[in-house]
T-cell receptor, first 116, second 116 residues
């Protein structure tokens, strides 16, 4: 079974600075997706960024980028120019690509605080 | 495009009572998921539907939980009787649209259940 580990329960960053959230995962599969989701206090889980394992290029979405290290099974999220609205729980998630739509396996999350 | 809708947003019941949650996925999404998110943890899959058929319910406590997806659209999740440990946020997600994001899961706002 796949597992996802987020070793940082809480992180904080000054407004306009850069922060990196860590994620490692364990799988025997070679084809999969990785995601970062943001969950603000409203509880709505919002997709931040996704990465296909077969792609070597790291995904970027505006101020959000990932460092995907397939051999090390590491998938970190970098948030640049942090804004107050970035404060939330961030979940790293894994999804197998083997057969159809499969469920997400989530880590325990990292709570990010942004200091004005 | 309307997002995933869920109701109610909050529910408080006493143990041994029954409760039902409703989910309306994004139009055209064939796959629907119910996740349980206990405080301080990442969401965990309870059940996955493909159209109106169950794909995976291995983590659903079938002695008290049931779910159905009539006509492959809306879904209801029921708990009867509820236990204290069922206190959690219940998230509904859907996937299966067209285009590049066909396998991305989109989440509803969740229902926070408190069992007293």
């Amino acid at each position: 079974a796949q597992t996802v580990t987020q070793s940082q329960p809480e992180m904080s960053v000054q407004e306009a600075e850069t922060v990196t959230l860590s994620c490692t995962y364990d799988t025997s599969e070679s084809d999969y997706y990785l995601f970062w989701y943001k969950q603000p206090p409203s509880r709505q889980m919002i997709l931040v960024i996704r990465q296909e394992a077969y792609k070597q290029q790291n995904a970027t979405e505006n101020r959000f980028s990932v460092n995907f290290q397939k051999a090390a099974k590491s998938f970190s999220l970098k948030i640049s120019d942090s804004q107050l609205g970035d404060a939330a729980m961030y979940f790293c998630a894994y999804r197998s690509r083997n057969s159809g739509n499969t469920p997400l396996v989530f880590g325990k999350g990292t709570r990010l605080s942004v200091i004005a | 495009e309307a997002g995933v809708a869920q109701s109610p947003r909050y529910k408080i019941i006493e143990k041994r009572q029954s409760v039902a949650f409703w989910c309306n996925p994004i139009s055209g999404h064939a796959t629907l998921y119910w996740y349980q998110q206990i405080l301080g943890q990442g969401p965990k899959l309870l059940i996955q539907f493909q159209n109106n058929g169950v794909v995976d319910d291995s983590q659903l406590p079938k002695d008290r939980f049931s779910a159905e997806r009539l006509k492959g659209v809306d879904s209801t999740l029921k708990i009867q009787p509820a236990k204290l440990e069922d206190s959690a946020v219940y998230l509904c997600a859907s996937s299966g649209g067209v285009g590049a994001n066909t396998d991305t899961q989109y989440f509803g706002p969740g229902t926070r259940l408190t069992v007293l």
